[in-house]
């Protein structure tokens, strides 16, 4: 739900073809429509094996799949089960003190964690991350020209990027081909970032550590140094975003967006820019999942999955937020 409580999820955390490779294994219970919105119907769903249930049932399953947060009214629903999703606890305190309550296991997707070349990778994280770059980078163009009354290749505009994971360095190549000037900023180089953001007229914030809120680097004194009428984009916002003021908006709105209170500067953040491309998105999420799902089945958790457990957070970055 966006601020005003509008439905503004469209993803499906598998499709039918991957729901087929799972009913193999395990009975399989999908949600009433819940692929409606991307053009899947409940009979795709039954002719992959799937044996459709209203949503208070499939809170009752012994693994519940999901792509966002846990509803508020639906922790008291929960018994001892695993519920497998993105969380992001760290935003939120209540939400995590309702998840310790409910005595279910949380799995967080977005810490599942892996070591790759010497580097720590976030393997269900990536694919969203991606496409959430791609979507600003696109917003961006038509903000160039309808609000800056300019084309970015023509101006070369400035764009600060800070975070040089998934989200920055797709940012950065995107927003590169595009023509724009591209500062892409990382733990190291963060010194650079006041002269990187000076007279941007664009800044992404995509900094990550896995658990926790993003510090808030990108403050209001560094966005009044932007080019007037910009727009930042926090990525980041579903774990509390790194940009001093930011809040959260609604892909429903995407084209009427807030300043942040004492700059110039407008904001695009909603926490769930993927949905923008929902079907295309919904395959590659569901594909980053199913081994973890298929190594679940025969009770291997993924690395850094776990946030809570058993009442107790078990993550330590997600503990050293919320210290028990």
């Given at each position: 739900m966006?601020?005003?409580?509008?439905?503004v999820e469209n993803r499906v955390i598998l499709i039918p073809a991957q729901v087929a490779k799972l009913a193999k294994l395990a009975e399989i219970w999908v949600e009433h429509d819940a692929g409606t919105k991307i053009g899947y119907a409940d009979r795709d769903y039954e002719k992959a094996g799937a044996r459709i249930v209203s949503h208070d049932e499939a809170l009752s399953a012994d693994l519940i799949l999901g792509v966002k947060e846990t509803k508020e009214e639906d922790f008291p629903k929960l018994k001892k089960n695993l519920f497998m999703s993105y969380q992001h606890f760290a935003e939120s305190k209540k939400r995590t003190e309702l998840a310790l309550k409910s005595g279910a296991t949380f799995i967080c997707l977005?810490?599942?964690?892996?070591?790759?070349?010497?580097?720590?990778r976030f393997p269900c994280l990536a694919p969203m991350s991606e496409a959430a770059a791609r979507v600003v980078a696109r917003h961006a163009d038509w903000f160039a020209l309808h609000s800056l009354k300019?084309?970015?290749w023509g101006k070369r505009l400035k764009v600060a990027i800070l975070g040089a994971g998934n989200v920055g360095t797709t940012a950065a190549h995107e927003f590169g081909v595009r023509g724009y000037e591209?500062?892409?900023i990382d733990r190291v180089s963060l010194k650079k970032l006041p002269a990187s953001l000076a007279n941007a007229a664009f800044a992404v914030s995509s900094m990550y550590t896995a658990g926790r809120s993003p510090e808030k680097l990108i403050t209001k004194e560094l966005l009044q140094t932007m080019r007037p009428g910009g727009c930042v984009y926090p990525v980041d916002i579903d774990q509390g975003g790194g940009i001093e003021g930011a809040?959260?908006?609604?892909?429903l709105e995407p084209f009427n967006l807030p300043k942040i209170s004492g700059t110039e500067i407008f904001c695009f953040a909603p926490p769930n820019l993927p949905?923008?491309?929902a079907r295309t998105t919904s395959e590659a999420l569901g594909s980053a999942i199913l081994p973890y799902v298929l190594e679940i089945l025969k009770g291997k958790m993924p690395?850094?999955?776990?946030?809570?457990?058993g009442g107790v957070i078990v993550h330590p970055g997600l503990a050293a937020v919320f210290k028990q």
């Open positions: 966006d601020a005003m409580g509008r439905e977005e810490t599942i964690e892996i070591e790759s070349e010497g580097k720590k300019t084309i970015s591209v500062h892409l809040l959260q908006t609604s892909i949905s923008l491309g690395p850094g999955g776990i946030n809570i457990k």
